[in-house]
């Protein structure tokens, strides 16, 4: 499963792309008020905050939901109604 450094190398390599281009397309003087916003929105002050909080918000409703399932940490599902004692031999 892909964790938050993974999406975060995704998205770092495609802001590189955009900035290489926008970098031709912007005039100098623009260009680094442009990259400054960008760094800025993909950056820690805003998707890597974002994401992180996103992945934190998952982690949490998942461990609720493995909590209520009667799931350990180890992912096995303990449910006290399906232990039962060994029938009787006569």
Same mark, same amino acid.
């Given at each position: 499963?892909?964790?938050? /450094?993974?999406? *975060?190398?995704?998205?770092?390599?495609?802001?590189?792309?955009?900035? #290489? $281009? @926008?970098? %031709?397309?912007?005039? &100098?003087?623009?260009?680094?008020?442009? /990259?400054?916003? *960008?760094?800025?929105?993909?950056?820690?002050?805003?998707?890597?905050? #974002? $994401? @992180?909080? %996103?992945?934190?918000? &998952?982690?949490?409703?998942?461990?609720?939901?493995?909590?209520?399932?009667?799931?350990?940490?180890?992912?096995?599902?303990?449910?006290?109604?399906?232990?039962?004692?060994?029938?009787?031999?006569?």
């Amino acid at each position: 499963m892909a964790d938050a /450094r993974d999406i *975060v190398d995704l998205v770092q390599a495609r802001v590189k792309r955009v900035l #290489d $281009l @926008a970098e %031709l397309a912007i005039p &100098a003087d623009k260009f680094e008020r442009f /990259r400054t916003l *960008v760094f800025n929105e993909f950056g820690h002050e805003g998707f890597r905050r #974002d $994401l @992180a909080a %996103l992945l934190d918000m &998952a982690a949490r409703a998942a461990w609720k939901g493995m909590a209520r399932a009667g799931t350990s940490l180890a992912g096995k599902v303990v449910r006290h109604e399906c232990i039962r004692r060994p029938a009787r031999i006569a």
